[in-house]
């Protein structure tokens, strides 16, 4: 898979991209004995490394099987979703975690793609506090008041390596898949992701790699230079 594959639905069905992603959906909704997970964090370690584009394509193709399937940007820091789709974002996760959490304020926070049958919540307006946001107790009320309404809840976070948001989000949802890109992510830096979420008791269903150079033998953990906080900002592809 790529980072910057296009969406699935202006994908062909017979491209290797679909069939990647039916691979995926196969697998999560068998990573869980007795029934398929509710709720699911897609995150990565690093920025820039396929996430957002994973969850919103993951989300769809889950939608793909008639299940009535939820998006949520939980990226209070780096939105994307909002522009993937091209709607307006002022009225979103942020704005749900601020209030009462009212059925009447959920479905007015709730859009659906008509193209993909895919719900979306934006992340509404950037706040100050993302992590205390998350964290809180209106953000795991809300967790199980939509799992209510939907098959499938799939949450898009920050990266789990620099912000503690995902993993926040990973000790509230069914199971997490982190995705790795294997030109960028050193062994070290997954390795502690994964120990991040094991700290929490989170499930991880599995890794999905991009960006991969099947040429290559020894270099699908290489990285180059050194992560800055500074370097997460709107200018980054995701």
Not at 74 to 98: C, K, V, Y
Not at 163 to 172: E, K, P, R, Y
Not at 211 to 228: C, E, F, G, I, T
Request: charged share 15%; no cysteine.
């Amino acid at each position: 898979m790529s980072p910057t594959s296009p969406l699935l639905i202006s994908a062909d069905s017979r491209s290797s991209l679909a069939e990647a992603y039916r691979h995926l959906r196969t697998s999560i909704l068998l990573s869980t004995a007795g029934h398929a997970p509710k709720s699911l964090l897609i995150t990565s370690s690093l920025p820039s490394e396929g996430k957002t584009t994973t969850a919103t394509n993951t989300a769809i193709s889950l939608a793909q099987t008639g299940a009535k399937v939820l998006i949520i940007d939980a990226d209070m820091r780096r939105p994307r979703l909002h522009s993937i789709f091209g709607i307006e974002n002022g009225n979103g996760l942020s704005t749900l975690l601020s209030s009462e959490l009212t059925d009447a304020d959920i479905t007015a926070a709730v859009r659906q793609d008509e193209k993909s049958k895919l719900y979306m919540l934006t992340s509404g307006p950037i706040p100050p506090n993302p992590a205390e946001l998350i964290g809180s107790p209106q953000m795991a009320l809300l967790l199980k008041m939509l799992q209510a309404r939907f098959t499938h809840v799939v949450v898009d976070s920050p990266p789990i390596a620099s912000f503690t948001d995902g993993v926040l989000i990973a000790s509230m949802v069914d199971g997490v898949i982190l995705v790795v890109n294997a030109g960028r992510s050193s062994r070290q830096v997954v390795k502690r992701s994964r120990q991040l979420l094991q700290e929490i008791g989170a499930k991880v269903f599995g890794v999905v790699l991009n960006n991969v150079n099947l040429n290559a033998k020894d270099n699908y953990y290489y990285y180059q230079s050194y992560y800055h906080r500074s370097n997460y900002n709107s200018s980054d592809p995701e």
